[in-house]
């Protein structure tokens, strides 16, 4: 299974789980949803695995984190921060991780990336980032463990009973334990891209939340 294919599950099961959140319907669409955030956040470490350009892959989720906000901003809608700014840290805090110098000492180096980390940690928390901690943690995931999927699998699993047990940590529901289902898609990933569309998917995000307040309004109106 390609990355596109990965991300065509992502937003469909995105699209069905915002279904759900806005306009209504059965639970089981909550539950699919749960689905959609650990594709993404798979998909971001393969794509800092790959990417030619960090500098540029940064650049372009910041541009479309904080343009998707600033309408909440200018008119003042109490809507939390986008899973942009939670994909930009993301990314971040594993070229943090990744980073190498042999210039400075390994433990100091190792002390300035868990303060960096923690840095990103507490930000993605404090400004109720979409997932916040358990997000970050979760693109961490799949990027320190790339090549082991026990591990993945575990931490994953811890990540979702620590959630159970403490609800209050991350702010996630129960449901979120459901997302464990999306490794049967990501372990199929074959290491290949597959179609080129780069732009559609940051592009599907802002409208498809327009799409889902138009089919609100009209089944309101019926």
Same mark, same amino acid.
């Given at each position: 299974?390609?990355?596109?294919?990965?991300?065509? %599950? !992502?937003? @469909?099961?995105?699209?069905?789980?915002? &279904?759900?959140?806005?306009? #209504?319907?059965?639970? $089981? /669409?909550?539950?699919?949803?749960?689905?959609?955030?650990?594709?993404?956040?798979?998909?971001?470490?393969?794509?800092?695995?790959?990417?030619?350009?960090?500098?540029?892959?940064?650049?372009?989720?910041?541009?479309?984190?904080?343009?998707?906000?600033?309408?909440?901003?200018?008119?003042?809608?109490?809507?939390?921060?986008?899973?942009?700014?939670?994909?930009?840290?993301?990314?971040?805090?594993?070229?943090?991780?990744?980073?190498?110098?042999?210039?400075?000492?390994?433990?100091?180096?190792?002390?300035?990336?868990?303060?960096? %980390? !923690?840095? @990103?940690?507490?930000?993605?928390?404090? &400004?109720?980032?979409?997932? #916040?901690?358990?997000? $970050? /943690?979760?693109?961490?995931?799949?990027?320190?463990?790339?090549?082991?999927?026990?591990?993945?699998?575990?931490?994953?699993?811890?990540?979702?009973?620590?959630?159970?047990?403490?609800?209050?940590?991350?702010?996630?529901?129960?449901?979120?334990?459901?997302?464990?289902?999306?490794?049967?898609?990501?372990?199929?990933?074959?290491?290949?891209?597959?179609?080129?569309?780069?732009?559609?998917?940051?592009?599907?995000?802002?409208?498809?939340?327009?799409?889902?307040?138009?089919?609100?309004?009209?089944?309101?109106?019926?």
């Amino acid at each position: 299974m390609s990355l596109f294919i990965l991300k065509i %599950i !992502g937003i @469909i099961t995105m699209f069905l789980d915002h &279904y759900h959140y806005i306009v #209504g319907g059965s639970e $089981i /669409l909550n539950v699919v949803g749960r689905i959609a955030f650990p594709i993404f956040a798979f998909t971001l470490s393969e794509g800092y695995t790959h990417t030619r350009n960090l500098k540029k892959y940064l650049l372009r989720l910041f541009i479309f984190a904080v343009g998707i906000q600033l309408p909440s901003i200018l008119f003042s809608y109490n809507y939390p921060m986008n899973v942009f700014f939670t994909l930009f840290f993301g990314l971040l805090a594993i070229y943090v991780f990744n980073f190498k110098s042999i210039r400075i000492k390994p433990k100091f180096l190792w002390l300035i990336k868990i303060s960096l %980390i !923690g840095f @990103i940690l507490f930000i993605s928390q404090k &400004y109720e980032f979409d997932y #916040g901690i358990y997000g $970050i /943690l979760l693109i961490m995931n799949f990027n320190i463990f790339r090549n082991d999927k026990f591990k993945i699998l575990m931490n994953f699993l811890i990540l979702n009973t620590f959630n159970k047990i403490f609800p209050n940590v991350f702010g996630l529901t129960d449901t979120q334990f459901f997302s464990l289902i999306s490794l049967i898609f990501i372990f199929m990933y074959n290491g290949k891209k597959g179609r080129s569309m780069k732009y559609f998917f940051y592009l599907f995000y802002p409208i498809h939340f327009f799409i889902l307040e138009v089919i609100k309004f009209i089944l309101e109106k019926m």
